[in-house]
T-cell receptor, first 112, second 116 residues
């Protein structure tokens, strides 16, 4: 059974800092991994999707890496801004027809 | 235009009632999902439909019945509501089940259900 862990549950940083959010999963036989952002009272927005054959994906100030053998993914946010404050969720899919298994998320607060 | 829209946004009801939540996507996607996010913010899949066919059915009480009249709609009907059903329910869609960008899921804003 796939389990996804995100630690810490919350993080507070000053504006401008580069930061790394961690995600770990127990079953390394994954199909893809996605990072989502959730704002309070809103739905999830997909940020990056990494296929199992890929090592990383980049979008603007975001970079996500994947190391299947160690069961880890990181989301790197460069030059953080107050607008980046949100909950970031990692989700893993183990097969084409399988479900997404979510971590509990990391609530990020970027202080002006 | 909202890509994935669900109604209502808020739903407050008494225990024992039957209620429905509607979801529509205008993205032309083949696959739709229902998720439940509990008070601890844990997000779990409930159902997944691909081309109106049930693909994923997690261990969900049979009081919950999804219905997909067409590819663009996936509604969730809940019978005999219980206190433990209080949560935020999210609808989502993706182009299909295959890999790559087509697998990215787009979420609705959620329906906050409170059972009193």
């Amino acid at each position: 059974k796939q389990e996804v862990t995100q630690i810490p549950a919350a993080l507070s940083v000053p504006e401008g800092e580069n930061l790394v959010l961690n995600c770990s999963f127990t079953d390394s036989a994954i199909y893809n991994l996605q990072w989502f952002r959730q704002d309070p009272g809103k739905g999830l927005t997909s940020l990056l999707l990494i296929q199992s054959s890929q090592r990383e994906q980049t979008s603007g100030r975001l970079n996500a890496s994947l190391d299947k053998s160690s069961g880890r993914s990181t989301l790197y946010i460069a030059a953080s801004q107050p607008g980046d404050s949100a909950t970031y969720l990692c989700a893993v899919k183990t097969g084409a027809n399988s479900k997404l298994t979510f971590g509990k998320g990391i609530t990020l607060s970027v202080r002006p | 235009d909202t890509a994935v829209s669900q109604t209502p946004k808020y739903l407050v009801t008494q225990m024992g009632n039957d209620k429905s939540i509607k979801c529509e996507q205008n993205l032309g996607h083949d696959t739709m999902y229902w998720y439940k996010q509990d008070s601890k913010k844990f997000l779990k899949i409930m159902f997944s439909y691909n081309n109106k066919e049930l693909i994923i059915n997690e261990t969900v009480p049979n009081r919950f019945s999804p219905k997909s009249p067409d590819k663009a709609h996936l509604n969730l009907h809940i019978n005999s509501l219980e206190l433990g059903d209080s949560a935020v329910y999210f609808c989502a869609s993706s182009q299909d089940l295959l890999g790559g960008a087509k697998n990215i899921q787009y979420f609705g804003a959620g329906t906050r259900l409170s059972v009193l």
